[in-house]
């Protein structure tokens, strides 16, 4: 059972553009959501996070949009940049007891061109 | 950071294989996932404090170990070729705060 869904699967975008990625997760007592950025050869790194008391959260290009009744939430990447070119990863974990680990999406392959 | 070691293994269907991860400084959480080719890292085990804390769908072979001095260790044992994969060390702070994932260790089993 796929308990967080990402999509697209891949993604090419204009230098400058906006890049999105969306997520879907089934679990309510999720109540964590981290993004993560990864490039070939290397571990996924800590890109963004956020919690469901806030909709939206912004660290310089990047936005977290969260709807916590459609159970759905969003990366968005303003002014998308060559070196942005990553697979990207939504995670979602819950807090209580056997709750810690980290579910992940199935990933989506960023392409960003000249 | 995250430190892990090898950061390329190959072995033999029914070997065993140890990796080592070295957390950060003060962090009493590590958890191992594993990731296959085009899939995003599946949780295999966590441990706090040095006791197993929570434990994915993998099976028995599967098992870890982490010590005081900020190390851990993911064995495995009877190597199967589905095995093969990149294996991912994360520490954190706590259970409840942000995971920091190592560079991973990519083991190929043929």
């Known amino acids: 059972q796929q308990q967080v869904k990402q999509s697209p699967q891949s993604l090419i975008v204009q230098k400058g553009g906006i890049s999105i990625i969306n997520c879907a997760y089934e679990?309510?007592?999720?109540?964590?959501f981290p993004w993560y950025q990864q490039f070939p050869g290397k571990g996924p790194a800590l890109l963004i996070a956020?919690?469901?008391?806030?909709s939206e959260k912004k660290e310089g290009r990047f936005t977290i949009s969260f709807n916590k009744s459609a159970k759905q939430f969003s990366l968005h990447i303003m002014d998308s940049q060559p070196g942005d070119s990553a697979t990207y990863f939504c995670a979602a974990r819950g807090s209580g007891a056997g709750s810690y680990q980290l579910t992940f999406g199935k990933g989506t392959k960023l392409s960003v061109i000249p | 950071g995250v430190t892990q070691s090898p950061t390329h293994l190959i072995k033999t269907r029914g070997q065993q294989v140890t990796l080592r991860c070295s957390s950060q400084?003060?962090?009493?959480?590590v958890s191992w996932y594993q990731q296959a080719l085009g899939q995003g890292p599946q949780f295999i085990f966590q441990?706090?404090?040095?006791?197993?804390?929570g434990r994915g769908n993998f099976p028995p072979r599967f098992s870890g170990l982490q010590f005081p001095n900020d190390s851990s260790e993911l064995n495995v044992n009877a190597l199967e070729l589905d095995d093969s994969a990149l294996y991912l060390c994360?520490?954190?702070?706590?259970?409840?705060?942000?995971?920091?994932f190592g560079q991973g260790t990519r083991l190929t089993v043929v």
């Open positions: 994360a520490s954190s702070l706590d259970r409840y705060t942000e995971a920091f």
């Open positions: 441990y706090y404090r040095e006791e197993e804390n």
């Open positions: 400084s003060g962090h009493n959480t």
């Open positions: 956020i919690r469901p008391d806030v």
């Open positions: 679990n309510t007592a999720f109540d964590y």
